[in-house]
């Protein structure tokens, strides 16, 4: 039995210490050691700050997404606190065929009390659609009887969805009151709460005010979190009602060892709440040789059968009388005792484990039969990808849309995209324009968002955030987005938690423009949320994981741009180099790509103004858009007879041609970190010898036609390796049988394939190759 358990409960300081935190810790304990549950796996939610150890330890495993890793094998959505924290997250785990949600409900106590625990409207809001999402799970693990019968009227659940646990006394606690004292030896009544109305001290108060005001000594000792101003208002209280104030005694952060002692020495443990989804200290007094009185509440009367140990919760003169019994008429103490004695037994951690593991694991087996009977079978799965798509001018837009290509023919897959003049292609089933609903939408198996380090992903990025799951990462470093999307102070921010140091404004000015120098992917906040987390090198992959400590599984880059046979033979060349105006005798070089400072352009201009110098009668040529640098490299090269551009963005015909005409390119990187070039790979599989710095070229996987330099990347070197490179003739072929090696090594299909092995839906190249709907 696989289980995905929402532990945020556990992540977060304001119920991880409280009962719900230790409820959520027993029942996942008792989910350990047994040989029912083959996985588990934690679901946090980064916003939240770490998981600490000890609670990571329940888990096999901690993952930062509510997503699935197997889309096939039946698993358990266990919801360890639904009305806690954002509901959207889960919902994405809550309606799918292959798995069963499961809640713990503690209580609806809200609704009794609004104006108190849900005063304003977001919270009343957020409050109700908590309790609407509850309709949407199929089995419920109340902690009381009273909760099960509240849950069944709130939300329309039936009996045979519900399997009531109780909650278990720590075994701690119970350890430490075998160790104590004689039992109920003191002239001391316990009363055990918090600073909160609900638990109604003030009750409690009247009748101790009663019960002293003759001149009786009897020590009230109040145990919890009670700040200054509520002990002085408790003293005034008992004061005017004629009670004895002095015997007050209020004690806080009270240990297991100290707790257990209270609860064994007191004649009696008063539990006068209003209202609870459990009572725990009725349990621990019981469970410890006490004695508990208790008000006449729901819960109460499930837990103590006895009336006479029960008295109306807001009547102060029935516990007064109540407790001068216990402590008059040892006999009436000894009566009460022996009537409360099987409670504890009930609820031991084992018994409240077996309980909770044999519900779970009768109601998933039911759930398992149910759904190999009734399922329909979809003919292949569904997967959203949340990316840019062309027409938008991005490298990641067009390697989206050919490997939808290949995707499309194992999974139905639609497009979620700014792009508003995107329209389908082959492969895609339908667009959509970019929301919440690519993650949400209950009939996706996976959802992949596809990002990189430009303006087009900032909304993608924005979602990933909030939602998680299956990210692509196409490039090696994020800082150009955080500098554009935030400014500096902001990608100084991510710098500074990734290095673990402060970090200057001119320290991320300088690597802008100094890629080399990065000492940092600015990848933690992408990664926060990953599920998994896709590189496209597996020297990438290896820096990130040095760098960040996270694990983030390598993809190898396609090759997207495949030119036919006919395109590169000879004639076909002459006629492409006639048609952009190259000279027959010109050796003619290209580079692929924006002109910016991370690719070397000084460099490559220089190198190609050397091949001149030693009498090649070389050319270069920049296919992209060139931005500010055209004027100073064309200056750098002495004249636009060693170097032209582009006017901007080139169309696919004329990029094709390029491909088509030249006789070498040149593609670098400053960034020694696994980055790729889409340009590089275009060159590879058109058979074109290019000269690329080596943490490139291995990046990926280069053939023998990638005339390797340094990564000093100096320009003499690359002159000299084309000077080598011309006098061998090296461009007058296109190399075919290692281009077409490289072609196969790096196809769409198999990169489609690898990547629904990591979504967890490898079965479905099993699916027929018809045509997506």
Not at 683 to 694: F, Q
Not at 713 to 718: K, L, M, N, P, S
Request: proline share 6%; aromatic share 6%; charged share 25%.
């Amino acid at each position: 039995m696989r289980i995905l358990a929402d532990v945020r409960c556990l992540q977060d300081p304001r119920f991880a210490p409280r009962g719900i935190g230790s409820h959520a810790v027993g029942l996942l304990r008792g989910l350990r050691g047994t040989s029912d549950v083959v996985r588990l796996v934690g679901l946090v939610d980064p916003k939240l700050g770490p998981l600490d150890e000890a609670h990571a330890a329940l888990c096999d495993e901690v993952r930062p997404a509510f997503v699935r890793d197997d889309a096939v094998t039946p698993a358990v959505f266990l919801a360890l606190s639904p009305m806690t924290h954002d509901t959207l997250l889960p919902a994405r785990l809550l309606d799918r065929g292959n798995v069963m949600p499961a809640a713990v409900i503690y209580d609806f106590i809200p609704l009794a009390e609004p104006q108190r625990y849900l005063p304003d409207a977001a919270t009343r809001h957020g409050y109700a659609a908590a309790l609407e999402w509850l309709r949407a799970y199929r089995v419920f693990f109340p902690i009381s009887e009273p909760v099960a019968a509240e849950l069944r009227c709130r939300a329309g659940v039936s009996e045979r969805r519900t399997v009531v646990t109780g909650v278990a006394v720590r075994p701690e606690l119970v350890g430490a009151a075998a160790a104590g004292p004689e039992r109920g030896t003191a002239d001391t009544i316990l009363f055990v709460g918090g600073a909160d109305p609900r638990k109604n001290l003030d009750t409690v108060l009247s009748a101790h005010a009663r019960l002293t005001r003759g001149g009786r000594r009897l020590r009230l000792v109040i145990a919890g979190g009670y700040p200054a101003d509520w002990q002085d208002r408790a003293r005034r209280m008992v004061t005017e009602a004629g009670g004895d104030p002095t015997s007050l005694e209020f004690v806080t952060h009270v240990g297991d060892r100290a707790l257990a002692q209270l609860y064994a020495r007191a004649r009696a443990t008063i539990v006068a709440s209003v209202a609870e989804g459990f009572s725990l200290p009725v349990v621990e007094a019981i469970a410890c040789g006490g004695v508990a009185i208790v008000s006449d509440t729901p819960v109460h009367r499930w837990l103590v059968a006895d009336a006479a140990a029960r008295f109306p919760a807001t009547d102060a003169a029935a516990l007064a009388t109540r407790l001068a019994g216990v402590l008059d008429d040892p006999s009436e103490r000894a009566r009460i005792a022996a009537g409360q004695a099987d409670v504890a037994a009930r609820f031991t951690q084992d018994a409240v484990a077996s309980r909770f593991r044999d519900g779970l694991r009768a109601q998933f087996d039911a759930f398992v039969a149910r759904q190999s009977r009734y399922r329909l079978r979809r003919d292949r799965p569904v997967i959203a990808l949340a990316t840019p798509f062309p027409p938008d001018r991005s490298g990641v837009a067009d390697h989206t849309a050919r490997c939808v290509e290949a995707l499309g023919r194992h999974a139905h897959v639609d497009i979620h995209t700014e792009q508003p003049a995107a329209r389908p292609s082959p492969g895609v089933r339908r667009i959509h324009a970019l929301s919440a609903a690519a993650w949400l939408r209950p009939d996706y198996d996976a959802t992949v968002a596809v990002v990189g380090n430009s303006n087009f992903h900032a909304t993608i990025l924005d979602l990933h955030a909030r939602f998680g799951g299956a990210c692509i990462l196409h490039d090696a470093r994020m800082i150009d987005y955080y500098a554009w999307r935030r400014g500096i102070p902001g990608a100084r921010a991510v710098a500074e938690r990734e290095l673990g140091r402060a970090v200057t404004d001119a320290e991320v000015t300088r690597w802008l423009h100094h890629p080399d120098t990065l000492p940092t992917p600015f990848f933690s906040e992408v990664l926060a949320n990953a599920h998994p987390a896709i590189v496209h090198s597996r020297p990438l992959a290896g820096q990130v994981e040095r760098a960040l400590g996270r694990r983030v599984e390598p993809l190898p880059f396609c090759v997207y741009r495949e030119l036919a046979e006919p395109l590169l033979a000879d004639a076909a060349r002459r006629e492409a180099r006639g048609r952009l105006g190259i000279p027959a005798d010109a050796v003619f070089i290209v580079s692929f790509g924006w002109v910016i400072p991370s690719k070397a352009p000084e460099a490559i201009v220089d190198a190609v103004a050397g091949l001149r110098r030693r009498g090649v009668p070389a050319h270069l040529r920049f296919v992209g858009d060139p931005g500010v640098y055209r004027a100073p490299l064309t200056a750098r090269a002495g004249g636009a007879d060693v170097v032209s551009f582009t006017d901007a963005w080139v169309d696919e015909a004329d990029y094709r041609m390029y491909l088509q005409a030249a006789d070498y390119a040149i593609q670098l990187r400053t960034l020694r970190s696994g980055q790729l070039s889409g340009g590089l790979i275009d060159c590879i599989a058109a058979g074109l010898p290019t000269v690329a710095n080596a943490d490139l070229a291995d990046s990926v996987g280069g053939p023998d036609y990638v005339i390797r330099v340094s990564d000093a990347r100096r320009a003499d070197e690359i002159t000299e390796r084309l000077v080598e490179a011309v006098g061998a003739g090296l461009h007058t072929t296109r190399h075919p049988d290692a281009r077409r090696a490289f072609g196969a090594a790096h196809s769409f299909e198999t990169y489609a394939g690898d990547l629904l092995g990591l979504l967890g839906l490898a079965d479905a190249r099993q699916h027929s190759d018809a045509p997506a709907a």
